[in-house]
């Protein structure tokens, strides 16, 4: 239940062009093509924001009654052409 939250959090604000995927236990990746640093900065506060706000409670049993989820957030940019 608790990845299935953070999953539809993370496809819920993405773009059609961009891309979420978990790559191993609790980690996910999200590649952004076309944005500005800023934008993408943006987004994923707009995503943390969001997850951080998740009853972690009603997801993961015996958890207690204010558990919250450790988020991390990395960026990297990078143009192709």
């Given at each position: 239940?608790?990845?299935?939250?953070?999953?539809?959090?993370?496809?819920?604000?993405?773009?059609?062009?961009?891309?979420?995927?978990?790559?191993?236990?609790?980690?996910?990746?999200?590649?952004?093509?076309?944005?500005?640093?800023?934008?993408?900065?943006?987004?994923?506060?707009?995503?943390?924001?969001?997850?951080?706000?998740?009853?972690?409670?009603?997801?993961v049993?015996?958890?207690?009654?204010?558990?919250?989820?450790?988020?991390?957030?990395?960026?990297?940019?990078?143009?192709?052409f």
């Open positions: 239940p608790l990845l299935r939250a953070g999953a539809g959090v993370l496809h819920s604000h993405i773009r059609a062009i961009d891309l979420a995927a978990r790559i191993g236990g609790d980690e996910f990746v999200l590649l952004m093509v076309g944005c500005t640093p800023e934008e993408a900065r943006d987004k994923v506060e707009t995503i943390r924001q969001e997850l951080h706000n998740i009853d972690l409670s009603a997801l049993p015996r958890s207690g009654s204010s558990t919250r989820a450790c988020l991390c957030f990395g960026q990297f940019w990078h143009w192709l």
